[in-house]
Nanobody, 120 residues
Framework: VQLQASGGGLVQAGGPLRLSCAAS????????MGWHRQAPGKQRELVAG???????KYTDSVRGRFTISRDNAKNAIYLEMNSLKPEDTAVYYC???????????????WGQGTLVTVSS
């Protein structure tokens, strides 16, 4: 499967931004998909994940501010980000857990990243 992320950009602190990830095949066949991010000098971390049944999970630092969703008809997932903070600045990656375990965050297909920069 190929994943194409888009929607990154420069936004002021407190503002919103929406990321999109288009998949090349039917996402209902994919156990779980998620958004990860990697800030300069830091390890990549899972931001949010969603199963093909609609179960979602979030890392603590974004819970209540970010919302992950999916549109099965468009084979796409989204990350709605609100109340953005400078510490949210990172390259954001879309990924799919096809053979790996969603519960153990074992993502085995990755899209290219999209840069999100939050200015203070």
């Amino acid at each position: 499967v190929q994943l194409q992320a888009s929607g990154g950009g420069l936004v002021q602190a407190g503002g919103p931004l929406r990321l999109s990830c288009a998949a090349s095949e039917n996402i209902l066949s994919i156990k779980g998909m998620g958004w990860h991010r990697q800030a300069p000098g830091k390890q990549r971390e899972l931001v949010a994940g969603i199963t093909n049944g609609g179960f979602t999970k979030y890392t603590d630092s974004v819970r209540g501010r970010f919302t992950i969703s999916r549109d099965n008809a468009k084979n796409a997932i989204y990350l709605e980000m609100n109340s953005l903070k400078p510490e949210d600045t990172a390259v954001y990656y879309c990924a799919a857990a096809i053979t790996g375990s969603f519960a153990r965050n074992e993502y085995d297909y990755w899209g290219q990243g999209t840069l999100v920069t939050v200015s203070s």
